[in-house]
T-cell receptor
């Protein structure tokens, strides 16, 4: 059975800290791995990873895929209160790109 | 700015009521989706639609139905609301042929009392 497991489920840190969020997966046919950020209601797309070892970067956020370990990490450096959100990991299950989602990591950044 | 609009942000309904959740997108996307989101469980797919009048069951369709009479509108129907359907409901749309083009609505927090 395909599944996506994120850890930790919640995390509280102070502004300026660096955080690492994890996503582990088991899928029949790997196509890609997606990261989303959900601040208030609507998840918004962050990264899509397809190749192992290639880092995707956007400002203070970066992500990398390890196909050997069946996992991905999302790093956020110099965190700000605006980074507080739920971070979701998802993978397409089939050729129609239906997504299977992890439970998310709720990140709280304290000033 | 492209949008997926859900008609209600918060909704309180009584057990046994028929509930309609509306979703409209302005991106001319073929694919539309209804998810529910519960703490610790992530997003779970209820129903999706690839085109007008087409619908497919997702992982948890029981107790729900959908309607897609027009391309831009995808409605989720709770035939007889129950307390275990209290949840956040998210609508999304996506163009064909890509896994990352999902655009989500702002969600409807439904409470069934």
């Amino acid at each position: 059975e395909d599944k996506v497991v994120q850890s930790p489920l919640s995390l509280v840190v102070h502004e300026g800290d660096t955080v690492t969020l994890n996503c582990s997966y088991e899928v029949t046919n790997f196509r890609s791995l997606l990261w989303y950020k959900q601040e208030k209601k609507a998840p918004t797309f962050l990264f899509m990873l397809t190749s192992s070892g290639i880092e995707k970067k956007s400002g203070r956020l970066s992500s990398i895929l390890d196909k050997k370990e069946l996992s991905s990490i999302l790093n956020i450096t110099a965190t700000q209160t605006g980074d507080s959100a739920i971070y979701l990991c998802a993978l397409p299950m089939d050729s129609n790109y239906q997504l299977i989602w992890g439970a998310g990591t709720k990140l709280i950044i304290k000033p | 700015d492209v949008k997926v609009t859900q008609s209600s942000r918060y909704l309180v309904k009584r057990t046994g009521e028929k509930v309609f959740l509306e979703c409209v997108q302005d991106m001319d996307h073929e694919n539309m989706f209804w998810y529910r989101q519960d703490p610790g469980l992530g997003l779970r797919l209820i129903y999706f639609s690839y085109d007008v009048k087409m619908k497919e069951k997702g992982d948890i369709p029981e107790g729900y139905s959908v309607s897609r009479e027009k391309k831009e509108r995808f409605s989720l129907i709770l035939e007889s609301a129950s307390t275990n359907q209290t949840s956040m409901y998210l609508c999304a749309s996506r163009p064909p042929g890509t896994p990352y083009g999902y655009t989500f609505g702002s969600g409807t927090r439904l409470t069934v009392v």
